[in-house]
Nanobody
């Protein structure tokens, strides 16, 4: 298992920006994927964005064009730049790490979550 530590959450007005960071406690295998999920109040956790070790990205439709996922070269650190924030982006944001095993991604760790609150 990998310990993941998120930072960068907070309170922001609608239209504002925040940048989340997530650092892994140990090196992850070469074939990996780091991602962000969120859990709005009273709702289930949902996918936000993910990036592979080769830089391939994937986004939820609700955040395309507003959020950008990136990772530090050679480091197991992933970022989520969130622009044009909306009140419906309010959620606890979680970082997740996957490793490629037998052709499929397996979860190897979750972060503890960081609160993002967007006021209208």
């Amino acid at each position: 298992q990998v310990q993941l530590v998120e930072s960068g959450g907070g309170l922001v007005q609608a239209g504002g920006s925040l940048r989340l960071s997530c650092a892994a406690s140990r090196s992850i295998s070469e074939d990996n994927q780091l991602g962000w999920y969120r859990q709005p109040p009273g709702k289930q956790r949902e996918f936000v964005a993910a990036i592979t070790d080769r830089g391939s990205t994937n986004y939820a439709d609700s955040v395309k064009g507003r959020f950008t996922i990136s990772r530090a070269s050679g480091q197991n650190t992933v970022y989520l730049q969130m622009n044009s924030l909306k009140p419906e982006d309010t959620a606890v944001y979680y970082c997740k790490a996957n490793e490629l095993r037998s052709g499929r991604y397996s979860t190897v760790g979750w972060g503890q979550g960081t609160q993002v609150t967007v006021s209208s």
